[in-house]
């Protein structure tokens, strides 16, 4: 009797597998792609390479057929990157479809292709789609894009193929057969790789279909191989393989196979022994078949591939490595998904676990370890012998760090390159201590020349006293006076043109001012203003509903159309006077459109927000039955060149239409329930409300110069950011957490105030942009909305701003003032007094001015009162030297009083009789002061 042979079961490794392939391992991405398609959503799978995306792809596209849904697939690299034009490219892309889609019998494409040259590409894709693919097939539709990243390849911009794919999806609310077409896209890259413009990408509208590794739980058709041969304990066997790889597919096919090898291998004699120990086994095998040698045994290739994906890009290659050289360290570090974190995930050899980055597994800890790093490391840097050491010393031993040239070729170097957080530190380091020794050398050298010069100095003034000592007292009697007398004219001249001098310095300073050079500077002092301002009570007319992080976690980014109509329903239970959307639904978001559009049409006091085409913004369409109810304002925002907000936009005028602020649409509903509504101002075009005259932004208003003040524009005034309305979580909302009455009529405004979606503004309150926290768009448009409010109730709450006039004689008074000081000072330290109380008066005024709702200038005065008196101290400065240089002439003339006591007193006399009653009485005291010596 023949006995039965053994079932063949082979381990695939490297490329897509087979429909039906014994070792596909099902996972939580099969149903996740196949019921995301199947419902036609746009779906993409970025990931690693040899994750197992194509065998996906193959999988995924059997079942969809299964359920009478036509597919096609476009291999990117099948139609090539290299030395092609975007012509050929999209007519590969066509020749793809129709091959697919059995279409060659009902179009000519190379004829249709030529009947459209004077269409772009793109456009000549999208006429293909709906006047021939979606005419054709009555089916719906699923075309895989597969090998994405491979248009990175090429040398012309692709945004247009992504945007003609957000295009497909925008159609479905006109076309009802565009809703039978959707896309996959797989590839190794972030959606910020493929575009950048947040407008355009589809990659906001898709869904990110998660590829992770296998688990334990899915890997039984991989234990079924091992079953057949030999291997009883073939679970414990597999785990210990998952230990080992991860769960990287690649990996654990691999693993397998050389398991299946060995068992069915002449060399083991005794399967049942070898399997005993599964754990030491299946360390044995990876150590000696995978680990050891790893690169010439790395076939197909896997290491490789990764070493080579993160040295390829030597500017960056010190980056990655340092980063992950930390992981090492640290056994992971938090996961901030920043592009190097993105570009080491995408290699493979990491991954995000818990909210950490850490080591894919044991593998590729044990390839890529501190060794291998350190001597790649060393092998990029030419300066690796000293960092090492320096770093041996816990970056303490300063004669480690570079110097002189040594040190600027490896700054040289390092121009261009993304380095570890080390290799700055020790960059910085040495320059530092180099420029420390560059600065003793040159105090070292100027300390002596300046003893050079002294005793230079020195010597000359022995010289010249010795020669004086000698005169006859007569020669230094006329020198004297000569002396005297020019300085007594030039003193007199000065004191006559220094006041009109002084004046004149006002002139700059109002040149500076209308030149746009203080602009920034009279800015930074209305912030400054803002800031110390005392905090002002919660507005208890506007409450928000914010959609923080966790709302984003459980309910998606954007969130679906029938939860804000469930918002939309509660809150308009609370009976709140106006509700304000400020989030973006120009498109459907399924499900719940239906509900959505019903919550739009039923509830009377919803405002709904645009983003107008203004000045340069790309703008966003408003919600259409919003639109057609005339209930929607605009959320444009003025920004100044400084990245702050500080003007508020109530009207625009875009093609002779013109277009009401978010703010303001929801001030008149509010307003409108007191009985204030909006009229013209007498004798002005001045928008009024309640007690309050709205006057236009103009261009030079307060400390702008030449600002844009096209539309209607308000200076804006902002509440400190911590306290200044009340909030509530779109989750307190939906779960019925907040009190029955917290929006009785009140204004509810809705919108996001969570980091990830990145819809924040700086305000006067943000001290630089750096470090300071911006607030959310929601509640800029919440402060735009109070300062209307408070003006109409109140009058208050609007900046105001001088005639230019009038500031022009503010500044002229202090320039004036800093004469007058200078003048009256009888001393330096009173005249410092004087100055730092001028200066002190100048910006307390300022202050109290902006608390009573006025920006009078700053800067400007403040610059002319200094001016004023450092150039009239010039000449009060000239008068004091001029006294110390008359009585070093006494003093003088009396050195040689002994010798020759005659000359001396008629020289004392000559001064007197030609010097001012003040100079005589000095004279007077430094002679009988100098005679008891």
Known sequence: MVAPQKQPYEYQVGGSLPINAPTYVVRQADNDLYEALKAAEFCYVLNSRQMGKSSLRVQTMRRLQLEGIVCAAIDITSIGTQQIT????????????????????????????????????????????????????????????????????????????????????????????????????????????????????????????????????????????????????????????????????????????????????????????????????????????????????????????????????????????????????????????????????????????????????????????????????????????????????????????????????????????SLSDRDYQFLSASQELDKEEIECSLKAEKKARKLEKLEAKIALEVEKKAKEAVEEANNILTRAIQKTNQKRLKLRAGQRWQILLALCVASPGILLRLTGLLQSSEWAALDLFFRLRPSQPIDDRIVIVSIEEEDLQKYGWPIRDRVIAQILQKLHSQKPRAIGLNIYRDLPVEPGYAELHKAFTNIPNIVGIENINYKNSPGVLPPPALSRRKQIGFNNVVVDADGKVRRSLLYCWVDNKSHTSFALQLAFIYLKAEGIEPQTAKDTEYLQLGKAVFRSFESNDGGYVGTDDEGYQILGNFRKPSTSFRKVSMMDVLKNRVPQDWGRDRIVLIGSTTSSLKDFFYTPYTKDLVKSKPIPSVELQANFLGQILTAAHSGGALINVWPDPIEWLWICSWSCLGVILIWRSPSLGKFILYILLAGTALIGSSYLAFLAGWWIPVIPPMLCLLGATIVTGIGAREDRLEKLRLRRTVELIMEVYPNNPVACRIAIECLKRSESEANQVLLNQWEDELSHR
């Open 86 to 417: 975007p012509e050929q490219w999209y007519a590969g892309v066509l020749r793809n479809l129709v091959s697919s889609f059995q279409l060659a019998d009902q179009v000519n494409l190379r004829s249709w292709w030529r009947d459209r040259e004077l269409l772009s590409p793109v456009q000549r894709l999208s006429e293909f789609i709906e006047q021939i693919l979606l005419e054709s097939v009555s089916e719906n539709i699923v075309i895989f894009i597969d090998e994405i990243d491979s248009v990175l390849s090429l040398h012309f911009p692709i945004d247009d193929l992504f945007a003609f794919i957000r295009a497909c999806y925008n159609k479905r609310a006109e076309n009802n057969k565009y809703k039978r077409l959707t896309f996959a896209l797989l590839g190794v890259a972030t959606p910020s790789d493929l575009i950048l413009d947040k407008n355009r990408t589809p990659f906001n509208i898709g869904k990110a279909i998660a590829l992770n590794g296998f688990h334990l739980h899915e890997v039984q058709p991989l234990a079924q191989g091992l079953a057949i041969n030999k291997a009883e304990n073939s679970q414990e066997i597999l785990q210990e393989v998952l230990a080992w790889t991860g769960g990287q597919p690649f990996l654990t096919q691999k693993v397998c196979k050389l398991l299946l090898t060995y068992l069915n291998s002449e060399s083991n004699i005794n399967p049942k022994s070898t399997l005993h120990n599964p754990q030491e086994w299946v360390a044995e095998i990876v150590r000696s078949q995978m680990i050891s040698s790893w690169e010439a045994q790395d076939e197909p290739e896997h290491l490789k591939t990764i070493r080579d994906r993160l040295l390829r890009n030597k500017q960056c290659a010190g980056r990655l490595l340092g980063l992950y050289q930390q992981i090492l360290q640290q056994s992971g570090v938090p996961a901030d998904d920043s592009p190097e974190q993105m570009e080491l995930r995408l290699s493979g050899l990491v991954v995000r676990q818990q909210g950490l980055l850490k080591v894919y597994n044991r593998i590729y800890e044990s390839v890529f370890n501190f060794s291998w790093v350190e001597k790649e490391l060393a092998s990029l840097r030419p300066y690796s012998e000293t960092f090492t050491a320096w770093l041996g010393s816990d970056c303490q031993d300063k004669s480690r760090l570079l110097r002189g040239q040594a040190l600027q070729d490896a700054l040289a170097w390092a121009a261009n390159k």
